[in-house]
């Protein structure tokens, strides 16, 4: 069973310039949740992509986008960056299932610096 | 509106003395509720969880929670603290219809010889 991966590991980005980040989903799961941690902070969640559609959305403004493409993977877009978006990006997949919690798995995190 | 609280930002133990980490919630409904460790550079894993029934949980690690619904508390045990337990450690709770997670601001134990 492979878990949940992120890509890049660590990235360096310029105020204004726009990122990409990826993640793929643990096998046999079906939604990706995407969440925000600034240093000495907990996890903030930004939102989850469920069948390929946004399914709920944390405090974040529309400049922070998402894809989930039909294999579970997920992709993080945040446009116009700031120097607060610098942080360590989580990506964590589930097995959505109608009318029960859902354990989140987590991947390792992409550490975004922005300068 | 959820919310969860860590008190204590940083707690220092010795090898082998017991461990208590506090977690209080707010949460409308039956939370459910987590403990999840990060080392430095990694995500995060996942102690223990609860859901419902027995509220005394045990999680990998030697770790266990009691949930505590009169004091809104869910705090994080273990009798005997090993130096591969310096981490970070956040509580969590469950709510929504996405069932996305909300977490404290975390706890950062180290383990002194």
């Known amino acids: 069973e492979t878990g949940v991966t992120q890509s890049p590991t660590h990235l360096i980005k310029t105020r204004g310039q726009q990122v990409t980040l990826r993640c793929s989903s643990q096998?046999?799961?079906?939604?990706v949740s995407w969440y925000q941690q600034a240093l000495g902070q907990g996890p903030q969640f930004i939102f989850q992509?469920?069948?390929?559609?946004?399914?709920g959305r944390g405090n974040f403004p529309p400049r922070f986008s998402g894809l989930q493409f039909p294999n579970y993977s997920s992709e993080l877009n945040v446009n116009a960056l700031e120097l607060d978006d610098s942080a360590l990006y989580l990506c964590a997949s589930s097995l959505l299932r109608t009318g029960s919690y859902n354990e989140q798995f987590f991947g390792p995190g992409t550490r975004l610096t922005v300068l | 509106a959820q919310s969860v609280t860590q008190p204590d930002i940083h707690i220092t133990v010795s090898e082998g003395a017991s461990l208590e980490l506090r977690c209080n919630y707010s949460y409308g409904a039956t939370p459910y509720l987590f403990w999840y460790v990060q080392s430095p550079g990694q995500g995060l894993q996942l102690l223990l969880k609860?859901?419902?029934?027995?509220?005394l949980v045990q999680g990998i690690k030697g770790f266990e929670a009691e949930f505590k619904r009169s004091q809104s508390s869910f705090n994080l045990r273990k009798p005997s603290v090993h130096w591969s337990d310096a981490a970070e450690y956040f509580c969590?709770?469950?709510?929504?219809?996405?069932?996305?997670?909300?977490f404290g601001t975390g706890t950062r134990l180290t383990v002194i010889p």
């Open positions: 096998s046999g799961h079906n939604t």
């Open positions: 969590a709770v469950g709510a929504g219809g996405a069932n996305n997670l909300f």
């Open positions: 992509y469920y069948r390929e559609e946004e399914n």
């Open positions: 609860y859901f419902s029934g027995d509220t």
